[in-house]
């Protein structure tokens, strides 16, 4: 599989960055790595588009310009985003790393992230949220369910809380195989990793569900996670902008859920509910 990387310049304004991510991310670019004047925007080549890139880099008004892009063999992509890649720190208790870095000293929760083309990395200011959240809550002997779980982090860190079990389900096959592979990598056993939407959900029910997608998807599957939800059942979402959180807290309300509270980070919002 080969990737096509575009390189935006684009002024050092995370708000302004997080947007623009956000919108290629809906367009099937899989990864970014940002520098201090631009950002590299990687998608697979037969998915790129040069006029719908443009349509969108219209909308910021000259903030956000083309530098240039590359196409890339499949076999150079780690090294590309190696080079780059720094570990994340959260709270002072969770590292989210990749296995060439060092093991942390005195961090309570280290987990360890391949990384690749999955999204999920804490870098990006939904994940740190929901980490966040994560940490600050019990999971002890909880069944969870991670939708749209790129990497796995998520759920692997509320593994490492005492969680029960967890699934794990993303549409995106380099996702899937990623969360596999960072199982493994972080020793974690009880994670059943699926490939699929919200219509893979296995049956059962969950304490927790984590949905950390976008807008759209999460209103349309909101009533679907329902389904498998026990009363007094924990529900964390992410992936959308502070102006969204009204729409999603009317769309939660059709299925019982109660409002909790919200988090902020670059205008992203992480948000907590209970069923009942």
């Known amino acids: 599989m080969k990737y096509k990387e575009i390189t935006i310049q684009i002024a050092e304004d995370e708000s302004l960055r997080e947007k623009l991510m956000a919108v290629l991310l809906g367009i099937g670019y899989d990864s970014f790595m940002e520098t201090e004047k631009s950002i590299a925007a990687y998608i697979e080549i037969n998915l790129f588009d040069a006029n719908k890139l443009q349509d969108i880099l219209q909308d ?14 499949d076999q150079n992509w780690n090294a590309i985003w190696e080079s780059g890649y720094e570990p994340v720190v959260i709270e002072n208790k969770c590292m ?28 990006h200011g939904t994940t ?28 692997i860190i509320t593994l490492m809380k005492g969680a029960a079990q967890a699934v794990a389900i993303d549409n995106d096959e380099w996702a899937y195989n990623n969360a596999i592979e960072n199982c493994e990598l972080n020793g974690i056993k009880n994670i059943d990793v699926i490939f699929g939407d919200a219509s893979a959900i296995p049956g059962g029910t969950y304490n927790v569900v984590l949905a950390n997608i976008n807008r759209n998807i999460l209103l349309d599957d ?8 026990e009363e007094g059942s924990m529900i964390y979402l992410s992936g959308f902008y502070e102006p969204d959180l009204k729409i999603i807290i009317a769309e939660a309300e059709k299925s019982g859920w109660n409002f909790v509270e919200h988090r902020l980070r670059n205008e992203w919002v992480a948000a907590i509910f209970r069923k009942g």
């Open 96 to 123: 989210i790393r990749a296995p060439f870095h060092a093991k942390p000293t005195g961090m309570e929760f280290d987990v360890v992230i391949q990384p690749k083309m999955s999204f999920g990395t804490a870098h």
């Open 60 to 73: 910021f008004k000259g903030k956000a310009v083309i530098e240039k892009t590359e196409d890339l063999a």
């Open 128 to 155: 740190y949220l929901m980490i966040q959240l994560i940490l600050e809550n019990d999971f002890k002997g909880k069944r969870v369910l991670d939708m749209g779980s790129g990497t796995g982090v998520l759920a």
């Open 222 to 229: 909101i009533q679907h996670y329902n389904l498998y939800l």
